[in-house]
C-alpha cells in the first residue's frame, strides 16, 4: 500500500529558467474511498510529471489517467470509474510563505515524493461517490435486494394490505 517513488530533483540538474519531463511508473497499490478499496489499472499508473525551474524554486505538473475498480457504493456491485488525474504543485522555498511549500517537497527542497503526491491526486480525482451507474437504484430498504433491474411489484413490501385496514374500509362504506 504505502509507495515510494521519489525523485532526486537535484540530479535533474535543472538551471532557472529550464524544465524537463519524465515518464515514470508510479506504484499506487489500492485506494480507500468510503472505506473501501478499490484496485488501479493499471498499477503502476504511467505518471507523466514536468519539473520546470523558474526564477525561484520548483513548478510541477502530473497527468496519469486512472481506471479504479470495487464496490458500488449504492448497490455493491462492481463498479469501475475513469478519471483524468491533473495536478499541479509549486514549490518556492526561500519565500516564507507556507502556500510555496509543496507538502511533497522534502529534505530541504531537494526530493519530490511523487508517490505520495500522485495516491493524494488519484484519490482527489475520483468522485467521492462510486457508482455501477450514475442512476443505481441502491438496495431495496426491506429486503436488501438490489433495485437495479428489478420488477418495482417485488419490493412493494409496505403496500401489502393489512387486513386490519381492509375491515376498517368496509366499516366505513356502511
Ligand atoms: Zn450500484
Ligand atoms: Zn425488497
Given at each position: 500500500m504505502a509507495s515510494s517513488t521519489i525523485i532526486d530533483l537535484d540530479r535533474l540538474?535543472?538551471?532557472h529558467?529550464?524544465?524537463?519531463?519524465?515518464?515514470?511508473p508510479v506504484p499506487?497499490?489500492?485506494?480507500e474511498l468510503g472505506g473501501e478499496d478499490?484496485?488501479?489499472?493499471p498499477d503502476p499508473v504511467a505518471?507523466?510529471?514536468?519539473?520546470?525551474r523558474p526564477t525561484r524554486g520548483y513548478a510541477f505538473r502530473l497527468r496519469f489517467p486512472i481506471s479504479a475498480a470495487g464496490p458500488c457504493m449504492r448497490c455493491l456491485e462492481p463498479a469501475r470509474l475513469e478519471a483524468e488525474v491533473d495536478a499541479r504543485e509549486v514549490d518556492q522555498r526561500?519565500?516564507?510563505d507556507e502556500e510555496l511549500h509543496s507538502p511533497y517537497v522534502g529534505r530541504e527542497g531537494q526530493e519530490l515524493d511523487l508517490g505520495r503526491w500522485a495516491h493524494d491526486a488519484a484519490v482527489l480525482a475520483l468522485p467521492s461517490r462510486i457508482l455501477c451507474r450514475p442512476d443505481c437504484a441502491g438496495l431495496?430498504?426491506?429486503?436488501?435486494?438490489?433495485l437495479n433491474d428489478a420488477d418495482p411489484a417485488d419490493h412493494e413490501h409496505e403496500s401489502v394490505p393489512d387486513p386490519r385496514w381492509a375491515k376498517l374500509n368496509e366499516l366505513k362504506r356502511d
Open positions: 540538474s535543472l538551471s529558467g529550464e524544465g524537463t519531463r519524465l515518464d515514470v499506487l497499490g489500492s485506494l478499490y484496485t488501479l489499472d505518471a507523466r510529471l514536468d519539473v520546470s526561500d519565500i516564507e431495496c430498504p426491506v429486503c436488501g435486494e438490489s
